[in-house]
């Protein structure tokens, strides 16, 4: 494992990161940082941590979140937790307990062939469902609590896929107060009404042409 809090090609020389399977980036300034860690042209692509916030005095920021490349099948974010296990303090056990308790006596419910597929999943209700209370997120905080909600549907995706997916939905992305990329809760609100009165038209054969 090579680590550095100040990576550039003199302190990850190209040949060490050539041959570097696993890459993953916290929060990091810029843009040649970045490429440094994940790769040449990375930030191009979307696979960036540049929009990731480092801890501060006055919040956590995106500790723990880190955009990696050969960790999963596709580049995307990584959210990680610090479990502490020694002579004082052991956090490891009562979560292999309590996992252990959850699937006691559990029995994966037989396949049936015949059974209809799963609906797609609603882009626009899980962003209702990520965004929850806040007024506005991140889109970086959005594709993380993406992954989390849907990692089939979601985990795979990059700030490129995103906002394609937002404007096919009507959702615009805004520049935030810090002059971050943000999502805001009014905006989902509105595509959701919208949409919900054009199929509210369509039932009702309004706007039909032929009626």
């Known amino acids: 494992m090579f680590a550095t809090p100040e990576p550039s090609t003199a302190s990850l020389p ?3 990161m050539a041959v570097t399977s696993c890459k993953a980036c916290f929060a990091i300034g810029d843009q040649q940082s970045n490429d440094a860690v994940l790769g040449t042209g990375s930030y191009k692509a979307g696979v960036s941590a540049v929009s990731l916030e480092p801890r501060t005095d006055e919040s956590d920021g995106d500790v723990g979140t880190s955009m990696v490349r050969g960790i999963m099948a ?6 990680s937790f610090y479990l502490r296990k020694d002579d004082e303090v052991d956090q490891v056990a009562p979560i292999v307990e309590r996992a252990l308790a959850l699937r006691e006596g559990y029995q994966p419910p037989a396949r049936n062939e015949d059974q209809a597929e799963e609906p797609e999943p609603d882009f626009l209700t899980d962003l209702a469902r990520v965004i929850g209370t806040d007024k506005h997120i ?3 905080v ?3 609590r993406l992954a989390e909600l849907n990692p089939a549907r979601y985990g795979d995706w990059t700030s490129k896929t995103l906002r394609p997916a937002l404007d096919d939905v009507d959702v615009p992305v805004r520049k935030g107060d810090s ?5 805001r809760a009014d905006d ?11 199929e509210e038209e369509g039932d009702d054969g309004f706007g039909d042409d032929d009626a």
Do not use: D, E
């Open 188 to 198: 989902i609100t509105h595509a959701i009404t919208l949409r919900k009165q054009a």
């Open 142 to 144: 959005a594709l993380s």
């Open 74 to 79: 596709k580049p995307g974010l990584l959210r």
């Open 179 to 183: 002059g971050n990329s943000v999502i």
């Open 14 to 16: 190209r040949k060490i």
């Open 138 to 140: 991140r889109t970086m």
